[in-house]
């Protein structure tokens, strides 16, 4: 299959990305593991480690103490309230017994039933007492319950305040873990960065172009995805100060960019037209052609009846094309010396005979 120039050119800029993409990812990937090695798993702090450091386990032992007490006495508390279950049903059981046995017999002084009573009434008074011990050792265990409650409380308050200065010290020990950390990938990052900025700077006409982009591209991902995140926050101080440097740094750069081109521009424009001709290349002059505009200054060489703007929203009349710029005075266009065909006066061929357009490259008017 043949290619003509539009799709060569599209094909050639094609495979010149994907091979500097291919070469970035391979890269990244390199690098990430790089990165993720310095970043040690086992040195970094946690804040089980600076509990020792605090009276922590040892209120934690203590608490595990008074809670095994309150269990043992809240178990005891639980017998102990079968049993008052089991006196005050003895004693309603008898109190039952004795109401059913009196109700049955007349008021008597016989002494065998006085008797009977008074062993009866002594039965009663005994399960009251029993039933009323039973019931102030609940209280007084409930007492005790309620003491190792307050006590246990009191030490998990303890607890919290040696838990709040451990953590101040491992949040301490983390943000120094997290500045080591960040200036070694620092001194792993930086160095790249600068190569790949060099190489942005200085080799971009380089006919390996393509593998110094891969690595530009992998270097910025590394500073701007790989460093960046890691960047020690304290408070969002530190990176917004580094946000406002980088903008000014490149704010800077910009601006200083912006301010040689249009002085380079100006400064082409003051050459004779047959000067600025021979700095036109074939792939600018194209893209000229297809957005009629003029290769050295850029404006519009369509006009209309009128002389406005071939580009203007108020168009009247039809469209013309000038022979020359009417801003820069670079001839556009000339007619081919074989078949005086006119063409435009940047490509090399003429459309209609094939003939060479350029051989003394472009006059003056």
């Known amino acids: 299959m043949d290619f003509n ?6 094909t050639k800029t094609f495979i010149h990305y994907l091979i500097s993409f291919l070469l970035a990812i391979f890269l990244i990937g390199l690098a990430n593991r790089i990165i993720w090695d310095i970043d040690g798993e086992k040195s970094r702090p946690y804040i089980t480690d600076f509990e020792s450091k605090t009276s ?23 017998e102990l309230q079968l049993s008052i279950n089991l ?3 003895t004693l309603d059981q008898e109190q039952a017994s004795f109401k059913t046995w009196i109700s049955t017999r007349e008021a008597t002084q016989s002494r065998a039933v006085n008797d009977e009573i008074k062993k009866r009434n002594y039965k009663l008074d005994a399960l009251r007492l029993s039933l009323k011990k039973l ?20 030490t998990i308050g303890l607890i919290k305040i040696e838990m709040a ?8 020990a983390e943000r120094a873990y997290d500045l080591k ?9 930086v160095p790249v960065l600068l190569i790949g900025i060099w190489m942005l700077l200085k080799r971009r006409k380089h006919n390996y172009w393509p593998i110094f982009r891969g690595f530009v591209f992998f270097s910025f991902y590394a500073f701007f995805i790989g460093l960046v995140p890691y960047l020690p926050s304290y408070g969002g101080y530190v990176r917004y100060a580094t946000g406002v440097v980088l903008s000014v740094l490149l704010g800077v750069y910009a601006i200083k960019y912006l301010k040689m081109f249009v002085a380079r521009k100006k400064e082409e424009l003051q050459l004779s037209t047959i000067e600025r001709s021979k700095r036109i290349k074939e792939e600018v002059a194209e893209k000229a052609l297809e957005n009629h505009m003029c290769p050295s200054c850029g404006k519009d060489y369509l006009i209309n009846e009128i002389h406005q703007s071939g580009k203007s ?10 022979t020359y710029c009417r801003h820069c005075g670079l001839q556009l266009f000339k007619d081919c010396k074989t078949c005086t065909t006119t063409n435009y006066a940047h490509l090399p061929h003429c459309y209609s005979c094939g003939d060479h357009i350029i051989e003394d490259q472009a006059f003056d008017k």
């Open 135 to 154: 019931k102030s050792d609940r209280l007084v265990l409930q007492a005790s319950i309620e003491a190792l409650q307050t006590e246990k409380y009191n």
């Open 56 to 78: 922590v386990k040892k209120y934690r032992i203590f608490k595990e103490s008074i809670r095994d007490s309150i269990q043992a006495q809240e178990e005891i508390k639980e």
């Open 181 to 189: 950390l960040f200036i070694s990938r620092l001194l792993f990052v």
């Open 87 to 89: 006196a005050q049903n």
């Open 165 to 172: 200065n451990a953590r101040e010290l491992y949040i301490k």
């Open 5 to 10: 120039n539009k799709k060569l050119t599209r």
């Open 313 to 322: 929203k108020i168009q009247s009349g039809k469209l013309m094309v000038t």
